[in-house]
Nanobody, 127 residues
Framework: QVQLVESGGGMVQAGGSLRLSCVAS????????MGWFRQAPGKEREFVAG????????YYSDSVKGRFTISRDNAKNTVYLQMNSLKPEDTAVYYC????????????????????WGQGTQVTVSS
């Protein structure tokens, strides 16, 4: 079982930055692909960014590409999401997630491909 705990959310003005963190309570964190999703009120949960277990591959949704950066520190069991040039439409609850290691999906992007979820952290961007 993998437990994920996000932190770092908050309120920021448009154009500002935030860095989200997600700590995983699992011995083999380095074996897990990690992802970030977000969900705005009344909308479906959407993929934001993902990183392979090795860190060698990162991938993003078109809406955040060039503004957000996903990274990981396997020694700290932590994945990060650096968010720059924030826009009001980035307002949402942000979740980190991980698929079970046996899934074998190279670059998962849909919620159904992830098995473990954090509780979420709110990000609010004011105009």
């Amino acid at each position: 079982q993998v437990q994920l705990v996000e932190s770092g959310g908050g309120m920021v003005q448009a154009g500002g930055s935030l860095r989200l963190s997600c700590v995983a309570s699992v011995r083999t964190f380095s074996s897990y692909t990690m992802g970030w999703f977000r969900q705005a009120p009344g909308k479906e949960r959407e993929f934001v960014a993902g990183m392979s277990w090795s860190g060698g591959r990162t991938y993003y949704s078109d809406s955040v590409k060039g503004r957000f950066t996903i990274s990981r520190d396997n020694a700290k069991n932590t994945v990060y999401l650096q968010m720059n040039s924030l826009k009001p439409e980035d307002t949402a609850v942000y979740y980190c997630a991980a698929p079970h290691v046996t899934r074998g999906v190279e670059a998962p992007t849909t919620p159904g491909e992830f098995d473990y979820w954090g509780q979420g952290t709110q990000v609010t961007v004011s105009s």
